[in-house]
């Protein structure tokens, strides 16, 4: 019926036809992850809530600050569940540790280590010598330098519409009392309180306060949400009290 | 339609350009065209044998390719191919994490001193050892733990903070460690400071300002409470990670490194100014009993020579 001719001459018809050959080998790779059960695995704690979180408003903005500053040009945040990964970073990553991720930062290409389990790996003082000069802890290291993460004051006037939107698409952010109730039951109270865009001001500023990177209480840097998300990478899930089975499963 | 070549007989597709420059429609070459029948039957087997295709809720999970593990509860269990069960059962029984775990398990075993003793578990310890102290303690303290003056303790100098006994350091590894001074800016005038610094620095034969460091010992001893946590001696409290400030070693301001009395003098009186807070990570969460083990064994070679 199509003659090689017919399809290449006509340009209308050939972008049709491209776009319905991509369309089906895209759909078919994507859509099926959206129902197969068991694609993001249900990790509980001890005490049957979630175990992974949303982030708090100080580590969603200090997520925003390692995309804006392009951390994920050289960091991957996804460990691989190969024998020399498991040496160096720990357990494997798992679909369910950026189940909140929008976009995920899952990355390609590792010029410096993997981070999806840097939290609590270093001191908050580390990161901060760090990330101001990274050979000054590290001298082999080829990071560039980011003074100017302690100098920048960091902006979350529009923090709530940043939760808000993540909310439109699924993260569980609570607005309403129903909301936050469902959260206090998912999460439990102390970690459904973070999570309440009504809050999102003060939770900020509370964390941001108790971090104190820069030595002065007052000022919220930029650098106490980046050092605030990277303290939370991987650290949700407590793999000693699950089986390794429990994760197999979810394959 | 088909147009041929007047010269060879080729069928051409029609197309001419720069007056005669004609494209043939020869056929597909023989090896290539096998080739791409070869790659699409390759396909279809590794669909078979490999999951591969979604069919509603769940997906082809390959025929015939199954792993067998044990879970931590011991029960044997048979799934579809996977990576993780394959990553299981290679830590399990794969030769390297075998050769490894019956390494660890002979450290695990033995006492400390016989670890040193043993040239084969010395052997182990140096280059697993190596390993986890590059990933996860060489960021602060540096490779071969030489440390950084002011923020990360040497060690593999002999002093310690916090002890240098094996238990110790296993202790400082696993719980980690919050050093803090606090500030005496509030408290101390700047001369009575500079008196305190004078004594620290007169202990080690750094300060010639005999009158003011003998003040600086009474207000060691008495208004700064510094002997609280050094003690009388100034030999410091390894309970409280509190430093000897009579052994020449030091640990957070730079006098050795600085030339001159005054800045050596300023350096000092920083310190006790503003005080210190350094820590530690506390690491039993993500390493296990085993390699915090010999961790300090590693660690302990440091200064063993």
């Known amino acids: 019926m199509f003659k090689h001719e017919s399809i290449e001459t006509n340009t209308g018809l050939l972008i049709v036809l491209t776009l319905v050959a991509i369309g089906i080998g895209g759909l078919v790779e994507i859509v099926p992850l959206f129902y197969i059960d068991g694609t993001v695995e249900e990790v509980k704690t001890a005490d049957g809530k979630d175990a992974v979180r949303p982030y708090t408003p100080l580590e969603l903005r200090g997520r925003d600050i390692y995309i804006k500053e392009g951390c994920y040009n050289c960091h991957s945040q996804m460990i691989r569940p190969f024998r020399d990964e498991a040496l160096r970073y720990g357990h494997y990553s798992l679909a369910a540790e950026s189940q909140y991720d929008h976009p995920f930062q899952w990355g390609s290409k590792r010029t410096g280590p993997d981070l999806a389990r840097v939290g609590g790996k270093y001191s908050n003082g580390w990161h901060v010598k760090h990330l101001v000069k990274p050979t000054a802890v590290v001298p082999t290291s080829i990071m560039p330098n980011y003074p100017w993460l302690l100098e920048n004051k960091l902006s979350f006037g529009d923090i709530k519409e940043r939760m808000l939107a993540l909310k439109q698409v699924g993260v569980p952010y609570s607005f309403t009392q129903i909301e936050f109730d469902a959260n206090v039951e998912k999460f439990g109270e102390k970690v459904a309180k973070t999570l309440d865009i009504n809050k999102a001001d003060e939770n900020l500023m509370a964390q941001a306060k108790k971090m104190n990177t820069d030595g002065d209480a007052a000022r919220i840097t930029e650098m106490e949400a980046l050092v605030a998300y990277l303290q939370v990478l991987g650290t949700m899930i407590d793999f000693k009290q699950h089986d390794e089975h429990e994760f197999i499963q979810f394959r | ?305």
């Open chain 2, 1 to 305: 339609m088909a147009e041929r070549d007047p010269i060879t007989g080729v069928e051409t597709t029609g197309h001419v350009w720069d007056d005669t420059l004609q494209e043939f429609n020869n056929p597909l070459p023989r090896w290539w065209l096998w080739a791409f029948y070869g790659t699409v039957l390759f396909a279809i087997v590794y669909w078979t044998i490999y999951p591969s295709w979604p069919i509603g809720k769940s997906y082809l999970k390959g025929v015939g390719n199954t792993i067998t593990y044990t879970t931590d509860a011991g029960k044997e269990v048979t799934t579809h191919w996977n990576t993780r069960a394959l990553l299981r059962v290679e830590m399990e029984s794969g030769e390297a994490a075998m050769a490894q775990k019956a390494q660890l398990k002979k450290v695990a075993a033995a006492s400390y001193a016989d670890i040193a003793k043993d040239a084969e578990m010395q052997a182990f310890v140096q280059s697993f050892g190596k390993g986890i102290f590059g990933d996860y303690c060489a960021g602060c303290h540096q490779t071969g733990g030489v440390g950084v003056i002011g923020d990360y303790p040497n060690l593999s100098d002999d002093a310690w903070l916090w002890g240098g006994d094996a238990v110790d350091i296993e202790n400082s590894i696993k719980n980690g460690r919050m050093g803090t001074m606090p500030a005496h800016k509030g408290t101390l005038s700047d001369v009575e400071i500079t008196d305190i610094a004078n004594y620290v620095l007169s202990l080690s034969g750094e300060s010639k300002a005999v009158d003011s460091a003998s003040k600086g010992k009474a207000l060691f001893e008495g208004k700064g409470a510094c002997f609280a946590c050094h003690t009388k001696e100034a030999t410091g409290m390894k309970a409280l990670g509190s430093a000897n400030l009579a052994d020449q070693i030091w640990t957070v301001a730079d006098v050795k490194g600085l030339a001159s009395a005054e800045a050596k003098l300023e350096a000092v009186k920083s310190v006790i100014a503003d005080g210190i807070k350094r820590e530690m990570p506390a690491w039993k969460t993500r390493l296990d009993d085993t390699q915090i083990k010999v961790l300090t064994a590693y660690i302990s070679s440091f200064t063993a020579k």
